[in-house]
């Protein structure tokens, strides 16, 4: 079992920055991908970002995020993060993230690829 935890999340203006953490604990392994995910109300679930630590911290975005959101790790605190800036009201949504065992070279962009989840961290942001 992994466990994952985020935090960080909070009301923003428009222009604005957050970082968002996901500590993880329990079974975690160095096959595992790391991807942070958002639901805004009535829309489905949909990939933001996604680390790799096989793939030597390989990160990918999602368009909207590129240039604007960056994705990192610190092994020692097994923690990633999500640094957001210039925030936008359409980035308003819950934020997860979420791990799974992977051995494939690519990062897994959909929810039903992962097996572990945070209960995810609000972000609301304003205009």
């Known amino acids: 079992q992994v466990q994952l935890v985020e935090s960080g999340g909070g009301l923003v203006q428009a222009g604005g920055s957050l970082r968002l953490s996901c500590v993880a604990s329990?079974?975690?392994?160095?096959?595992?991908?790391m991807g942070w995910f958002r639901q805004a109300p009535g829309k489905e679930r949909e990939f933001v970002a996604g680390?790799?630590?096989?793939?030597?911290?390989?990160?990918i975005y999602t368009g909207s995020a590129k240039g604007r959101f960056t994705m990192s790790s610190d092994n020692a605190k097994n923690t990633v993060y999500l640094q957001m800036n210039s925030l936008k009201p359409e980035d308003t949504a819950g934020y997860y993230c979420?791990?799974?065992?992977?051995?494939?070279?690519?990062?897994?962009?959909?929810?039903?690829?992962?097996?572990?989840w945070g209960q995810g961290t609000q972000v609301t942001v304003s205009s």
């Open positions: 979420a791990t799974v065992r992977w051995f494939r070279p690519n990062i897994p962009r959909t929810p039903g690829q992962y097996e572990y």
């Open positions: 329990g079974r975690t392994f160095g096959n595992n991908v």
């Open positions: 680390l790799s630590w096989s793939a030597g911290l390989s990160t």
